[in-house]
């Protein structure tokens, strides 16, 4: 199967007061063609940052380095104009709050006939006659009317959508998602999935699926990516994931989910304490103040990311395995 996206070595530091801290540290994972991965994990442990950062999103002053190759050209060492190039048009995105990437004073047919019609050289009519058709396949109703309206006059689940017609509009290679669903009611949340799931499946587009819910994870993703406190932790198959189950981390993520089986009386096991603030990350593991089994080493020595198994890898020192 040929990589869509292949991140090596991705680290990001940002300053804060005078001293650089990484936000993400050493991170590498790829996609596959027509593939999900799920990059999973806790507010604050670095998907987002991971994400902008391929994309240059970024502010300036942070410092990104490693590769990030997307059908074997590194994103990092692109011109800016040739990144709007490849934004929106290869690389289509999708964030949490749609009203805060919709521009709330242009109409939505402006805006999704705008992000043709930056990529392409047609006509005012054609770019029209594309997006309703786009807004067709998103499944919104009466999508003349919805041209001619207003982000806010549109529901939460509609906006979204709308959010995923602009993605997709030029028919990206790659979508990245951030969190797509999570400010969405549950009924809403499921219908919003089913459509990127079939949407990715009919253009063909490989998915970056950034999300802390494992549900989402579990109904969507082919392979995931736990992230923990700017590293990857565990990455693997979906299945190994959920049921190969190596690292304490994804453990506890898992242990967290409510179940709905009626005989299950065990009470929800939180994962006690905080991710650690980039200042003060550990020496070690960095999951070692909060890990069940941490051990002396665990404080001293940072666990590399190890093959335990074909295509299942994890970053703790309870594996004697290959390091990656
Ligand atoms: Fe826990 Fe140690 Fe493994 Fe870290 S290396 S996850 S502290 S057992």
Redesign the pocket.
Known sequence: MSEVLNITSLSVEFNINGEYYHAVNDVSFHINAGETLGLVGESGCGKSVTSLALVRLLAKSAKISGKALYNGRNLLDLSLEEMHQIRGKQIGMIFQEPMTSLNPVYKIGSQISETLRLHNKISNDEAKRQSLEMLRKVGIARPEEIMEEYPHQLSGGMRQRVMIAIAMINNPQLLIADEPTTALDVTIQAQILDLMRNLSRDFKTSLLLITHDLGVVAEMCDRVAVMYAGQIVEQGLVDDIFFNTN???TQGLLNAIPKIDVQNKDRLQPIVGNVPSLTRMPKG?R??TR?P???DR?KMES?PLMEIRENHQSR???NDAKVV
């Open positions: 690292h304490p981390y593991c999951f070692a890990c089994h941490a051990m665990c666990p703790c020192w309870l």
